[in-house]
């Protein structure tokens, strides 16, 4: 029963996952573990290179310059009086729905000037029900990188919104974030959608056990078959980033795809494996805390 639970939960993420990183791709410009050595789950074709705005790219701008800041201040003055700083709801590291945020790596809030009540808790689950900061310490442990995640936007009410955040590991024991939001993208799933979109995956998993490995790519790769439907496709991945299924992309059938990036430099296809890796794995009694608004 606790692996099946597990099963349910890596499909779950990973579907959640996928689909936030494929509206924010089409926007401006997985999934579950089969086996030890590849990742299977389903996402929608979007154009291939759709370039961000002007007013995004700015505000892209500005979010990493912010983050460069903070982390120059935190080395020149210290982690005591730099988190003062970042908690400072007027201070200098708020402007407007840009600010600070900062977290060790235990993944415990330690700044947030926006939504104070977090200082102190460990984890965080979005809207969707996805763990944020456990993806947000995946980046830190590698240093630093960007992802999508939801958060309520301080400028709209509180209103749970798309967002692009940077992090950076500080190599105090904290890492740093910012980010900005991507109002004009739906950010929340209905119940209805969660669920057909897991179960879409469920049904492939189940096609591989019962098919075999070659068998079932077969059927994944076909764009004519059973697993495009209505716009979304099963996707395959081995963890090294070989690309093992992608019906309507056959060229990159065979590549390794692992430090791809989408027009924001987001990793999606690390991530997702990552994401794939660590759901499998995630122990029932570890519930991350859920964000009230």
Same mark, same amino acid.
């Given at each position: 029963?606790?692996?099946?639970?597990?099963?349910?939960?890596?499909?779950?993420?990973?579907?959640?996952?996928?689909?936030?990183?494929?509206?924010?791709?089409?926007?401006?410009?997985?999934?579950?573990?089969?086996?030890?050595?590849?990742?299977?789950?389903?996402?929608?074709?979007?154009?291939?290179?759709?370039?961000?705005?002007?007013?995004?790219?700015?505000?892209?701008?500005?979010?990493?310059?912010?983050?460069?800041?903070?982390?120059?201040?935190?080395?020149?003055?210290?982690?005591?009086?730099?988190?003062?700083?970042?908690?400072?709801?007027?201070?200098?590291?708020?402007?407007?729905?840009?600010?600070?945020?900062?977290?060790?790596?235990?993944?415990?809030?330690?700044?947030?000037? %926006?939504?104070?009540?977090? %200082?102190?808790?460990?984890?965080?689950?979005?809207?969707?029900?996805?763990?944020?900061?456990?993806? &947000?310490?995946?980046?830190?442990?590698?240093?630093?990188?960007?992802?999508?995640?939801?958060?309520?936007?301080?400028?709209?009410?509180?209103?749970?919104?798309?967002?692009?955040?940077?992090?950076?590991?500080?190599?105090?024991?904290?890492?740093?974030?910012?980010?900005?939001?991507?109002?004009?993208?739906?950010?929340?799933?209905?119940?209805?959608?969660?669920?057909?979109?897991?179960?879409?995956?469920?049904?492939?998993?189940?096609?591989?056990?019962?098919?075999?490995?070659?068998?079932?790519?077969?059927?994944?790769?076909?764009?004519?078959?059973?697993?495009?439907?209505?716009?979304?496709?099963?996707?395959?991945?081995?963890? &090294?980033?070989?690309?093992?299924?992608?019906?309507?992309?056959?060229?990159?059938?065979?590549?390794?795809?692992?430090?791809?990036?989408?027009?924001?430099?987001?990793?999606?296809?690390?991530?997702?494996?990552?994401?794939?890796?660590?759901?499998?794995?995630?122990?029932?009694?570890?519930?991350?805390?859920?964000?009230?608004?």
């Amino acid at each position: 029963m606790r692996e099946q639970t597990n099963m349910q939960k890596g499909l779950f993420y990973m579907a959640i996952i996928a689909a936030l990183m494929l509206l924010a791709q089409a926007a401006l410009a997985e999934d579950h573990c089969i086996t030890a050595k590849w990742t299977v789950g389903s996402e929608r074709a979007v154009p291939r290179s759709i370039a961000a705005n002007s007013t995004a790219d700015a505000a892209k701008e500005d979010a990493v310059s912010l983050l460069g800041e903070a982390v120059a201040y935190l080395r020149d003055n210290g982690i005591k009086e730099a988190l003062s700083e970042f908690n400072d709801s007027s201070g200098p590291f708020v402007r407007g729905d840009l600010y600070i945020f900062a977290y060790d790596l235990n993944g415990t809030c330690i700044a947030h000037p %926006i939504r104070p009540e977090l %200082i102190g808790q460990t984890g965080l689950l979005d809207i969707n029900g996805v763990d944020v900061v456990h993806r &947000e310490l995946r980046l830190a442990e590698r240093g630093g990188g960007s992802m999508y995640i939801v958060f309520p936007n301080p400028e709209h009410g509180g209103k749970d919104e798309l967002k692009q955040i940077y992090i950076e590991n500080t190599d105090d024991g904290l890492y740093l974030g910012s980010g900005y939001y991507l109002s004009n993208i739906s950010a929340s799933f209905s119940r209805e959608k969660i669920d057909g979109l897991v179960d879409f995956v469920e049904e492939a998993r189940q096609f591989a056990r019962e098919s075999g490995k070659q068998k079932s790519l077969e059927v994944f790769n076909d764009p004519k078959g059973k697993f495009t439907r209505d716009g979304s496709y099963i996707f395959a991945y081995d963890y &090294e980033g070989r690309t093992l299924a992608l019906p309507y992309q056959p060229e990159l059938v065979g590549t390794i795809r692992i430090d791809a990036q989408d027009p924001n430099g987001v990793d999606y296809i690390r991530q997702i494996m990552n994401a794939a890796q660590d759901a499998a794995a995630l122990p029932i009694t570890s519930i991350p805390i859920r964000l009230k608004i």
